[in-house]
Every structure is written in C-alpha cells, then in structure tokens.
C-alpha cells in the first residue's frame, strides 16, 4: 500500500529540517551537560527553599536533571515544532503549489499518498 518513489522523495525533502532539529536537540543537551555541576546544582537548590515547591523539579542527580529538563520539556517542544511543520508541509503546502494534483495524476491512488505520507509521519 505504500508507494516506495513517493516515500523516497518525502525523505529527501524532509531530510534537512529533521537534521536541524536534531543538530538542535544535541546542543541543547550538551549545554543542559554542562550545566550540571555540583555548585550551580547546590545555589540552584538554596535558592528555592524558600519555596513551596522546587521549580526545576528535583535536580540532585544528573538523570534527575535531564529528565525533568531536556525530556520533560525541550525534546517534546521540538519534536512538536517538526511535527507541525512536516505535517503542514506534506499535505498542505503541496496542495496549495499544486504538487498533490501531479502526485495524483500518476498510477499512485490517494489512499497510497495518504498512508504513505501517514507512515512517514509515524515514522
């Protein structure tokens, strides 16, 4: 059910948002890295006992840290920003330039597109 040159080219096209994304992702997690050090931790958490509860979460091992920082926020922001994009690019867009009239002009039925471009997604 899946059209193969059709999958392909959605690859190439997407290619190079998802490597800016993900170059992204690798230089916000090595500056969350190196942010964790004992110090910066110890201020950190003297500075919040004075509130009820502790605003970054609990941040006293560095699992902790990335956890509530890199994956409980950056990674599912960004990974939400590619998904609107790439969405909005395979079906919306080309029906505005008008690509989806050529895709559906081929032997390719539009079930085909659409659970290609769905598998895509997924993937």
């Known amino acids: 059910m899946i059209s193969n040159p059709l999958l392909k080219q959605t690859i190439?096209?997407?290619?190079?948002?998802?490597?800016?994304?993900?170059a992204v992702l690798c230089g916000l997690l090595s500056i969350v890295m190196t942010v964790f050090t004992p110090s910066t931790m110890e201020s950190i958490n003297s500075s919040s006992q004075n509130l009820p509860f502790p605003p970054l979460g609990d941040i006293s091992t560095l699992i902790n840290f990335l956890s509530n920082q890199?994956?409980?926020?950056f990674a599912l922001i960004f990974s939400m920003i590619y998904l609107?994009?790439?969405?909005?690019?395979?079906i919306a867009s080309q029906v505005g330039k008008g690509n989806m009239a050529y895709n559906l002009s081929t032997p390719v039925t539009r079930t085909q597109v659409t659970i290609t471009y769905a598998s895509f997604?997924?993937?």
């Open 12 to 22: 190439k096209s997407n290619i190079k948002l998802f490597l800016i994304i993900t």
């Open 70 to 73: 890199y994956f409980g926020m």
């Open 84 to 90: 609107i994009i790439v969405g909005n690019r395979l």
């Open 121 to 123: 997604l997924a993937g």
